[in-house]
């Protein structure tokens, strides 16, 4: 369920950036229209319903980058820009790990790194065997 709700919400971003591309050259051609000419009162309307459309999906847009900023970001209410999104992608680049060396040698493949971290883990945090010898009361 997981795999199909992150393959269907790339796939309602990816339309939204088709749908915002669709509107910006609609906007773009209603404008050079109205360079060579005056726009009637439906061309205004339908101008209109497509800047509404538009803030609607930058809207949209700033809601799903806002989570992926720092939180210093979220309250000085940066804009939509690319340094913000690249500054998002790229600390999610950073935190990944490719690779981990070892004592037994380089791991790089992700189920190899899982399995190594969980080990460690189990090995500092687990229980120790116990021992079974004892002095002898005698001494």
């Not at 051609?29 to 101008?47: G, P």
């Not at 497509?50 to 803030?55: A, F």
């Not at 040698?105 to 883990?121: L, N």
Request: glycine share 6%; with cysteine.
């Amino acid at each position: 369920m997981r795999q199909h709700l992150k393959g269907w919400n790339l796939q309602q971003i990816g339309e939204q950036k088709k749908m915002r591309g669709i509107l910006l050259q609609q906007l773009a051609d209603i404008d050079s229209l109205a360079d060579s000419r005056e726009l009637l009162a439906d061309e205004w309307q339908k101008r209109y319903d497509i800047e509404n459309e538009l803030e609607n999906i930058y809207h949209m847009e700033a809601i799903y980058w806002q989570p992926r900023g720092s939180y210093l970001w979220i309250l000085e209410g940066d804009a939509n820009t690319q340094f913000f999104h690249q500054h998002a992608n790229g600390r999610r680049r950073k935190n990944t790990i490719i690779a981990l060396d070892t004592d037994l040698g380089k791991v790089q493949s992700q189920d190899d790194i899982m399995r190594h971290v969980t080990d460690f883990y189990k090995n500092l945090f687990g229980s120790k065997p116990t021992c079974n010898m004892r002095l002898a009361d005698s001494f």
